[in-house]
């Protein structure tokens, strides 16, 4: 899995980094999306597949490996 | 101040979220239902519970034609997907001054545009601009720095509620001052200042108060804030007016957004503390497990989010024609998402209108979603968490302390809630 972030979409809403802590943050000064890690272990796929489908915002997007392209950042 | 509230969350975004059209051509006109009004009305014994006819709405058809109060025919969305996609197209718009009221009140045509300062009511690059000022101090990491805060205050007011009672109202005592409290130390109103911004914000959530008197409770508790920028400027303190004071936001923008701010902090969470107390009660096998396990208050939180969703219509106007679940929505058109039918869509949630702290709520739409979607959530999210638990912890036998159908509801308001919400409790 690959995690790619678009910080122009982003709105600090802060959902990514309350539903998966551990792959994504917030910047402490403007509150924007930080990538902690942009190929998290098989471990926290799941939550990171479930805050990009919650992203108010459409800021995240989930590469999955087996080369299936970019998957929609839509409902989980 | 009541436009201020229709929309439930400051909402906007990427055009790929919205649902593909369908293979039928959106051109049926012929065939196209006659436009219902909003239904407002809850069934008597159903406080937490939207309009039943929402629910028919939403089966026969999740978008569908409505007539506004001032006679405009626009759209009703009632379904989960279709209100998450409105939602987060920013080929809708959230500009008052676009749109029709989708509640009787108002006044005919569109509404006046947004006051300085006012996020719900703007769109892209203005609410950009103010979101990005703003989202940095109320991040998940920030806000749980506040919990140990929250705590003391909850505690606080678990102490005099045992001292004044067996009866109190829970609203007075507890579900408005906490939250209140809260985001008058965040945003740094002197203790001095508190009964009067108070004040205003009371003519807000009241049910007798017209829209005019409203508009002028909100200018009057921006006036407030505005009368703290300059001793902000001159002797910062640590609170985010101060924090403020160091960007390029002039002394009426940052009046304004102070006002927006206290208005929102006030009337919501004091909504959700209020009306949630309500709904545990009404279901004390629920209230027992959250109870026993302090573990279940986080997802306990969103699923009273989405059974109550209090912020339970919102409102965008189409910028540009857009085909949307197989119909045309017209520029120009008014666009009313009912959120508390999409949190009751049993497309996305099994069983909706069953209470069930186990469930994963995640998804719901009781902030809103797009841009807009609410920036105070996590702060609301801080204080539910620890007022939930702590006040069922402490009073373990508390009970309503009339019949439930004598609890006042603000059924006329567009966040719902009790106006007050009499308890009692078993004295040791």
């Given at each position: 899995m690959h995690l790619s972030i678009d910080r122009d979409r982003c709105i600090g809403a802060g959902m990514c980094a309350l539903t998966a802590p551990e792959v994504f943050d917030q910047d402490a000064e403007d509150g924007l999306v930080v990538l902690r890690t942009a190929a998290p272990p098989p471990g926290l796929h799941a939550g990171a597949r479930l805050a990009a489908g919650l992203c108010p915002a459409a800021a995240l997007t989930v590469t999955e490996q087996d080369g299936a392209g970019s998957s929609p950042p839509g409902e989980q | 101040m009541q436009h201020e509230q229709i929309a439930p969350s400051d909402l906007s975004a990427p055009s790929d979220l919205s649902a593909p059209a369908t293979g039928q051509t959106a051109h049926q006109a012929a065939a196209q239902p006659e436009p219902v009004t909003l239904p407002l009305t809850r069934a008597a014994g159903c406080p937490f519970d939207p309009p039943a006819e929402l629910a028919e709405l939403r089966e026969q058809q999740p978008l569908r034609p409505m007539r506004y109060p001032d006679g405009h025919v626009g759209w009703l969305a009632t379904g989960h997907a279709v209100t998450r996609a409105i939602a987060a197209d920013p080929r809708f718009s959230s500009r008052y001054e676009l749109l029709r009221l989708p509640l009787p009140g108002g006044p005919p045509g569109p509404l006046p545009p947004a006051q300085?300062?006012?996020?719900?009511?703007i769109d892209a690059p203005e609410h950009t601009r103010y979101r990005r000022l703003l989202a940095g101090k109320f991040t998940v990491r920030r806000m749980r720095l506040l919990t140990e805060r929250v705590e003391q205050i909850t505690a606080d007011h678990l102490d005099a509620m045992e001292r004044q009672g067996p009866v109190v109202d829970l609203v007075q005592a507890f579900a408005h001052p906490v939250p209140a409290l809260m985001i008058c130390e965040l945003l740094g109103v002197p203790q001095s200042d508190r009964a009067g911004f108070q004040e205003h914000a009371a003519v807000l959530s009241s049910p007798d108060a017209g829209l005019e008197a409203q508009m002028a409770a909100l200018t009057a508790l921006t006036e407030c804030v505005g009368e703290l920028v300059p001793a902000k400027r001159a002797h910062p303190t640590d609170d985010l007016l101060s924090d403020l004071?160091?960007?390029?936001?002039?002394d009426e923008e940052l009046a304004g957004i102070g006002g927006f701010l206290l208005a929102a902090g006030l009337d919501t969470t004091a909504n959700m503390l209020g009306l949630g107390t309500f709904a545990l009660l009404s279901h004390p096998e629920q209230a027992a497990a959250l109870r026993a396990d302090p573990g279940l208050a986080d997802q306990a939180v969103e699923e009273l989010l989405r059974y109550l969703s209090i912020a339970h219509t919102g409102v965008r106007a189409a910028l540009e024609d857009v085909e949307l679940d197989g119909q045309l929505i017209k520029a120009g058109d008014t666009v009313t998402v009912s959120v508390s039918a999409a949190n009751r869509d049993p497309l996305k949630f099994?069983?909706?209108?069953t209470l069930d702290?186990?469930?994963?709520?995640?998804?719901?739409?009781a902030f809103g979603h797009g841009a807009h979607q609410c920036l105070g959530q996590q702060l609301a999210r801080v204080e539910m968490r620890v007022a939930f638990p702590a006040l069922f912890r402490r009073f373990p036998?508390?009970?309503?302390?009339?019949?439930?159908?004598?609890?006042?509801?603000?059924?006329?308001?567009?966040i719902h809630g009790v106006y007050q919400l009499p308890v009692t409790w078993d004295k040791e």
């Open positions: - | 300085i300062g006012d996020l719900t009511g004071t160091t960007s390029e936001l002039t099994p069983d909706p209108d702290l186990q469930r994963k709520a995640t998804g719901h739409l036998t508390l009970r309503l302390a009339v019949p439930p159908e004598d609890v006042p509801l603000r059924d006329a308001m567009n």
